[in-house]
């Protein structure tokens, strides 16, 4: 496999790998719910949070959020307080497992199976409920927002956007979206599994804001942004004047570390309370759907 660091909580691995054949029992009642899939003769694991709302036939958006290395399905519900927003806002989110609590987001063989895992497993929610294909958005921490942005990058065909969160960028010059990608992130300047500044080698940890600055440009955005500070430790960048309804945020926060902004589990010391990551990207969300 071919990706690199990071998370902050360590959790059990679970099985994942690629293709086809697809079987789970779908679950009667909302709630959270363990499932599983095969996809290419592997069995791999999610958890999915239906909301009470749900009525077949309404379709709902989706929101696939990806753990970080070393962690899992569960500890990412917790951590991020998802499923309390889904209930809330009334969407479908979905936590899957990487093989080995990691997600490879690299090209090459490991990389294109877990594209296909996704691939898989939207094909078979999309089978079992009502959901809007309009509206199938990712999310992650760290390496899975690594694999937040391999999706940005290589399935813009089926994801309407993306907001990592920490991200561990991999090979982010390796991007050749086939339609402007609205990209929201968020990352603290106190992180030091995922430097601001960058690390070395830089095609594996970019300077945070040319990589945002990157996605402009395939956005055909704006090339400077617009820089706000809503509060005194939260600088905003905005590119805007993007092709198709897209734009580009980047949240830089001081006095924050390795960790998804006001986590109700992460450890306090290293996590701004002055926004909601949750919040602020399903409004991002919602402004966006597939063209």
Known sequence: MRFQISVIVLGFGIIACSRTA???SRPDAAGSTDGQITSSGVPRHYILHVPPTYQSGIALPLVINFHGLGSNSKEEESLTGMSTKADQENFIVVYPDGFNSAWDDGPGADGQRDQQFVRDLITYLESQYSIDAKRIYATGISNGGGMTNRLGCDMADVIAAIAPDSGAYNFWQDCNPSR???VLAFHGLDDHLIPYTGGTPPSMEPPIEEWAASWATHDGCNTAPAITTPVDTVTVHTWSGCQGNA???LYTLANHGHSWPDSPTMPKAITSQAI?????MWDFFQAHPMP
Do not use: Q
């Open 247 to 249: 734009e580009v945020i």
């Open 276 to 280: 909601n990551a949750t919040d602020v």
């Open 22 to 24: 697809i079987e789970a």
């Open 180 to 182: 402007p990608m609205p």
